[in-house]
């Protein structure tokens, strides 16, 4: 099967934060006859819910998903999946359907972020401890919640025996936090998956998203001159260069694009280090790491040449240079990425962003609110380089991903598996 031709972005531009403006209830019930909403039984909850917790209390770092992978596998096994397998990567791919056809994509990631700070937890970050409905643990928003979704939604598609015209693939990707698209590319360059559609199982407070911010992550290097710290004088150091670069960062960052639908580019330094012979040397070397989320309208090379303006204007020593991913995958893949992940927008009246409209519509009995997604993901790669059309649905408060306390509300997992069913009856059925 061949991949889609890629889908024209947009700038369209409407308020994110207003229910959809185009379809109102006569429109929705017009266009989709009322229909059977798919729910969980209780058992399903009861063993989603079980699933759910071995997740969040098996820790799966980025590198180090193959615990959560073989979990994974394992579920998906018992649900009954036409096929499941694991790629050299190691992420997990799932399938329900005749094996031939387009190809539905949910996609989700395995991975998380570290323990940053365990004293600023409540709850033991791998103790998935159920509390007023809410399910607490690192990864349980950002986002193992909406992974648990996908795959029971998986599981009320196959239950409902459609006939389906093309296979639902529910994919699990590895190294997502690090390194977002690294896993979609593999699947779909290396291993051939090519998906018409992708869903992404992201946190999105159960809405639609339909574009994302892109990410740029580059390394700003200042050079000076080695001398005995007693003599200062004598050598150039290289850390007070860099303060002033970073000073014309600040200002540097006041000053970025703006689009009305992605918001604004931003430029944050997250990381200093510097080198020196000794403790007692005066560093040679002090390497700054910034990270530029880009909007609508700036580019890569734009970006650059920021940075390289400020470097002219303070008249010192200093390079800059998109930096470049490289691990070893649990299964000993190799991975190098250059990290340039572009901005994407699918336009609000593309038929998948209608199509979730609508799911979100008639499954949860209110109106679907069009959205962007405030963070980067794995949409960089499938829709920002491949052109697959993309958008994002999930459970969980955006907001909450990479704090203490992290939780998702079990509810609203339950909610997504059955919109997640309905998308995919939909698209295939």
């Excluded at 998935?128 to 607490?136: P, R, S, T």
């Excluded at 991975?335 to 409209?357: K, N, T």
Aim: charged share 25%; proline share 6%; aromatic share 6%.
């Amino acid at each position: 099967m061949a991949l889609p031709s890629p889908t024209p972005l947009t700038r369209k531009r409407k308020n994110f934060e207003k229910p959809y403006p185009l379809l109102d209830e006569w429109a929705i019930s017009a266009y989709n006859p009322p229909m059977s909403t798919f729910r969980l039984s209780l058992q399903e909850e009861t063993d989603l819910v079980a699933f759910l917790r071995d997740l969040v209390r098996t820790p799966s770092p980025s590198t180090q998903e193959g615990a959560v992978a073989e979990r994974v596998g394992a579920e998906m096994e018992r649900l009954g999946f036409d096929e499941v397998r694991s790629d050299r990567i190691g992420n997990v791919i799932g399938r329900i359907g005749p094996g031939h056809g387009p190809v539905l994509m949910f996609s989700g990631h395995m991975d998380t972020v570290q323990v940053s700070d365990p004293a600023a937890w409540h709850y033991d970050p791998f103790g998935a401890v159920v509390e007023d409905g809410l399910l607490y643990g690192l990864g349980a928003c950002d986002m193992k919640g909406g992974l648990a979704a996908m795959i029971y939604g998986a599981k009320l598609l196959r239950d409902a025996a459609l006939p389906l015209k093309g296979d639902l693939v529910v994919a699990c990707v590895v190294q997502e936090e690090p390194c977002e698209g690294l896993g979609s590319k593999v699947l779909i360059e290396e291993e051939g998956i090519r998906p018409a559609w992708v869903i992404l199982g992201e946190p999105t407070g159960l809405n639609i998203g339909r574009g994302q911010r892109g990410r740029l992550e580059m390394r700003l290097t200042a050079y000076g001159r080695s001398a005995h710290a007693a003599t200062p004088h004598l050598g150039e150091n290289a850390i007070y260069t860099a303060s002033r670069l970073v000073f014309g960062l600040e200002l540097l960052a006041e000053q970025l694009g703006h689009d009305d639908f992605l918001g604004p580019g931003t430029l944050t330094v997250t990381d200093i280090s510097s080198s020196a012979g000794s403790r007692n040397a005066v560093p040679d070397r002090c390497t700054v790491i910034i990270d530029r989320r880009l909007t609508l309208g700036e580019s890569e090379k734009m970006a650059l040449a920021e940075i390289q303006r400020v470097i002219a204007r303070e008249g010192v020593r200093a390079t800059v240079e998109v930096t470049e991913y490289r691990a070893t995958a649990y299964t000993g893949y190799s991975c190098h990425m250059r990290e340039f992940y572009p901005a994407w927008v699918l336009a609000e009246d593309h038929p998948l962003v209608l199509q979730g409209v609508r799911a979100v519509r008639a499954q949860l009995k209110r109106p679907a609110r069009i959205t962007r997604l405030d963070f980067s993901t794995e949409g960089t790669y499938t829709a920002g380089q491949a052109g697959i059309p993309t958008i994002g649905f999930g459970p969980g408060d955006p907001h909450l991903a990479h704090t203490a306390d992290e939780h998702v509300r079990l509810s609203d997992v339950f909610a997504a598996a059955g919109v997640y069913a309905r998308l995919a009856r939909e698209l295939l059925a």
